[in-house]
């Protein structure tokens, strides 16, 4: 989860995001890609998660209809997921804020995978399907 925009940022709150147990400004900018100088303000609205896009066809009742569009049906705009994969509990975002996409129970193709996937309205991946 992101760091606030503004206000009081503490070493605590940027060593929970970046998972480290250092209390050294200096080593939580290194890890977060910072370089020197170092100040606490550079952490405001920092997150250390990242998202890798995928792009999805559209949705569709049945897995097999869902690999389908493998063909070149058109495709929605990108979504993002956490980690590369599409393993049962990833969950689906609509943008790099962390807002989950919601699938509405359905199946979407993922381009260049070969993979449907079971998408709910949380946004989680349920189940894959191989083309």
Do not use: H
């Amino acid at each position: 989860m992101a760091l606030q925009s503004s206000g009081a940022i503490s070493i605590s709150q940027i060593k929970t995001e970046l998972g480290s147990a250092s209390n050294s400004l200096r080593t939580l900018s290194s890890l977060a890609g910072k370089s020197t100088p170092d100040a606490m303000s550079e952490f405001y609205g920092y997150s250390s998660v990242t998202y890798d896009p995928i792009d999805l066809g559209y949705a569709y009742s049945d897995p097999g209809e869902a690999c389908g569009v493998a063909g070149g049906e058109g495709y929605q705009t990108k979504y993002y997921i956490r980690s590369a994969g599409f393993l049962t509990g990833s969950v689906i975002y609509n943008n790099t804020s962390g807002t989950p996409f919601n699938g509405g129970d359905n199946w979407f193709f993922v381009r260049n995978q070969g993979v449907s996937i079971f998408i709910n309205s949380s946004g989680e991946v349920t189940q894959d399907y191989t083309c």
